[in-house]
């Protein structure tokens, strides 16, 4: 593996893989660019080096060949006024004849974009006839998606293998997500803290665990509380519940007090009648919580034990809400929770927010330049953090 910021990509075509993965509305303009415009520094630096790019991608989950409706055409207009510039050409098409010849003619400080790789079902597949053809379009291989680092696909994992060592390497996006990853994972300074909240225990039994073997707390909070509560002999209402979940959540409320991990469970919440934005809203201890009522966010006690057990910590991992947040009545835990993160990243704590809706939380309180470090990756940063080995990572690494 070789380093890219020491890389001299003059007069070299790198082959960048990117993830542009962005939501389009229905008439395929854009709703969020964040994907794109973490890509762009490692473009410019090659082009500033005197290289030129070829960007490739997935963009949905096209089923059955190429669809206009999942063409990264869409992307063309933004990607260049991302870029400043004009020149930036589109293949219909990520191999055969197009793409070859216009990867061939591309001259230094082009950028050459080419049609969504799931066109193909190798893709997916992790075909080594695919990965060889799209790996014959350039000298270098540039894996900056850490969005998709997780899967064993052709263009993130498999392609690697027909570079030299020397012509393999990260992006700079890619570098700081595993740099960021590895050093909660492996160089935390304790106290370490890990916040899991969202909806499902089972999405993250494997992560919780993981984290036992490392971490000095866990505070757990949002929908998965309850099935903890529950599991304890407590009454949640109608409280989301995975009732098949019950005996592992023991297991790992037992796991923790032998590892003298400490637990944190919200003592109190805040309950609805309904699952709805007009409920009616009232305060509950959340092991007795009256029938007919569901716990929504967390309670102010659960506000106050957690902010202190925050502000002790000096590494801080974060992934899943505590609340439903995206309605306003049951934002107020998730949000605290964000700017306890915040507080403590000023007196000198590394955090590192991951997953989908702890990173919309954080945009949306616009805290997320208050914290350390906002992962781009949702599937792949949990599959790191359960202890998984990424195939994104190990194909350049080997
Ligand atoms: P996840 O994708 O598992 O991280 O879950 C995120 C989702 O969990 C968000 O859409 C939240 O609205 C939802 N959520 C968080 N807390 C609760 C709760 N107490 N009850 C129901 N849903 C919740």
């Not at 070859?100 to 597949?125: A, Q, T």
């Not at 309605?327 to 306890?340: N, V, W």
């Not at 997953?355 to 939380?361: E, L, P, Q």
């Amino acid at each position: 593996m070789s380093q890219f910021s020491d890389h001299n990509f003059k007069n070299q075509k790198a082959l960048v893989r990117v993830d542009f993965n962005v939501p389009l509305d229905k008439d395929f303009n854009i709703t969020d660019d964040t994907r794109m415009r973490a890509a762009v520094p490692t473009i410019k630096k090659i082009l500033n080096d005197g290289g030129s790019v070829i960007l490739m991608s997935h963009l949905g989950r096209p089923k059955d060949g190429p669809d206009k409706k999942f063409s990264l055409k869409h992307l063309l207009p933004h990607l260049k006024e991302l870029l400043g510039d004009d020149n930036v050409l589109f293949a219909n098409d990520c191999i055969g004849d197009e793409a070859i010849k216009k990867s061939e003619e591309l001259k230094p400080g082009e950028v050459l974009l080419l049609e969504n790789l799931r066109f193909y079902k190798e893709e997916e597949k992790g075909d080594e006839e695919f990965a060889k053809k799209l790996a014959s379009l350039a000298d270098v291989y540039v894996n900056d998606a850490f969005g998709t680092a997780h899967r064993a696909h052709a263009s993130t994992a498999v392609i690697a293998q027909f570079f030299p060592k020397d012509k393999r390497m990260f992006g700079l996006l890619m570098n700081a997500e595993v740099s960021s990853a590895e050093k909660v994972l492996n160089e935390s300074e304790k106290p370490f803290l890990a916040i899991i909240g969202g909806a499902k225990v089972s999405d993250k039994i494997l992560i919780i665990e993981n984290l036992l073997e490392r971490a000095t707390d866990i505070i757990i909070g949002g929908g998965m509380a309850y099935t903890f509560f529950k599991a304890m002999g407590g009454k949640i209402g109608n409280s989301l519940c995975e009732d098949d979940r019950l005996d592992k959540a023991r297991e790992l409320l037992e796991k923790a007090k032998q590892k003298n991990v400490n637990i944190h469970l919200p003592a109190d919440s805040i309950i609805a009648d309904k699952f709805d934005a007009n409920a009616m809203v009232s305060g509950s201890l959340s092991n007795d919580i009256p029938d007919g009522w569901m716990g929504l966010d967390i309670g102010e006690m659960a506000c106050e034990t957690f902010s202190k057990v925050i502000h002790h910590s000096k590494t801080i991992l974060w992934n899943g809400p505590m609340g439903v947040f995206e309605m306003k009545k049951f934002q107020h835990g998730t949000k605290t929770i964000a700017e306890a993160v915040a507080e403590a990243t000023a007196d000198g704590a590394f955090s590192l927010v991951g997953g989908g809706d702890s990173v919309a939380a954080v945009n949306e309180f616009g805290l997320a330049d208050k914290v350390s470090y906002v992962s781009t990756g949702g599937g792949a940063l949990l599959e790191y953090f359960e202890g998984k080995e990424l195939p994104g990572i190990k194909a350049i690494k080997e």
